[in-house]
């Protein structure tokens, strides 16, 4: 589909300023209301608000890196693929709804999450969700954002594949 530029633009940025918003306004109201490694149980034991500062990336892979380290692999390099994932959504003439929101997702939430590693050497993770056997580990609204826009960006793909089929069957 296509947008005209200045309107891609803004419902991009309103999308990845809304994200980041959101991220940044519930990990500070964890920062103010909840001890390190606190535990609230809001839903039993399925759903946990518990405040720890996590000096790697995902699961905490990276934390033993050295601080030069953690600067290029924590904060310039993923800032440098959010900068090409806004550059593709402004250059890109027929990207699609479902991507460009799931990329907007992306960058919000990946945005919240370098800031967070600028300003404090860390990313304050606070949710964690069990259901039965399954778990997660303990994540973030940025986490949140992350997973929702590649979860759009699946299933644009999908759905691109669905069609393209319909496509070929309808051409015999």
């Not at 608000?49 to 692999?73: C, M, Q, R, Y």
């Not at 259901?131 to 826009?149: K, P, R």
């Not at 089929?165 to 015999?172: A, C, G, I, Q, S």
Request: hydrophobic fraction near 50%; include cysteine; charge should be positive.
């Amino acid at each position: 589909m296509k947008f005209k530029k200045p309107i891609k633009i803004l419902f991009s940025l309103i999308i990845i300023l809304s994200n980041i918003s959101c991220d940044q306004i519930t990990k500070e109201k964890v920062r103010q209301e909840i001890s390190k490694n606190e535990t609230i149980k809001i839903i039993g034991d399925n759903f946990i608000l518990t405040k720890v500062e996590n000096t790697g990336a995902a699961l905490s892979l990276g934390e033993n890196l050295t601080p030069n380290a953690k600067i290029i692999f924590l904060q310039v390099l993923p800032l440098l693929v959010l900068i090409f994932m806004f550059i593709y959504i402004i250059k890109e003439k027929k990207i699609s709804k479902f991507n460009l929101i799931g990329f907007s997702f992306i960058i919000g939430g990946g945005i919240g999450n370098i800031y967070d590693r600028i300003l404090f050497n860390s990313v304050t993770d606070f949710m964690y969700v069990e259901f039965g056997s399954l778990h997660t580990g303990i994540f973030n609204m940025a986490d949140v954002s992350v997973v929702i826009g590649t979860l759009f960006i699946l299933l644009n793909s999908i759905l691109s594949e669905i069609n393209k089929k319909r496509y070929n069957l309808t051409r015999f």
